[in-house]
């Protein structure tokens, strides 16, 4: 099981182990069923790991914009095993509903509620 919080803001946020070669690196995802992709990471996170930019994908916006978006391959633990998804590089690092897929999904939508994620 994998176990976040609800913040101040009411959003969803669930830390995950991001690998690049030997570094690990936790980091913080909002998690948006809005989104239907894998992940997003920043740009600055594509940096620090030095991941290699793999494609550019097109995708609709929040606010119904046609977008372009890089991605990276990014290798995350996912409920205690590593896996590689395709991640694109947006403004904020964010957890999306294809990551979801399988698992079931709870929450106590309160500042300081606890989310958890069972596959």
């Known amino acids: 099981m994998i176990t976040g919080h609800i913040d101040e ?8 182990s991001v690998k690049a070669d030997a570094d ?6 909002l ?11 920043t740009r600055a996170l594509v940096e620090t790991l030095g991941l290699e930019l793999k494609d550019v994908q097109s995708g609709i916006t929040a606010d119904g914009r046609l977008g372009y978006f890089e991605t990276v391959d990014v290798d995350v633990v996912w409920h205690g095993r590593e896996t590689t998804v395709r991640a694109q590089v947006l403004d904020e690092a964010m957890l999306g509903t294809r990551m979801l897929k399988g698992c079931e999904l709870s929450a106590l939508w309160n500042a300081g509620g606890v989310v958890s994620i069972r596959s």
């Open 9 to 16: 803001n009411l959003e969803a946020r669930i830390k995950l």
């Open 24 to 29: 690990v690196t936790a980091v913080e995802f």
């Open 31 to 41: 998690l948006d069923t809005g989104f239907n992709g894998h992940l997003s990471v």
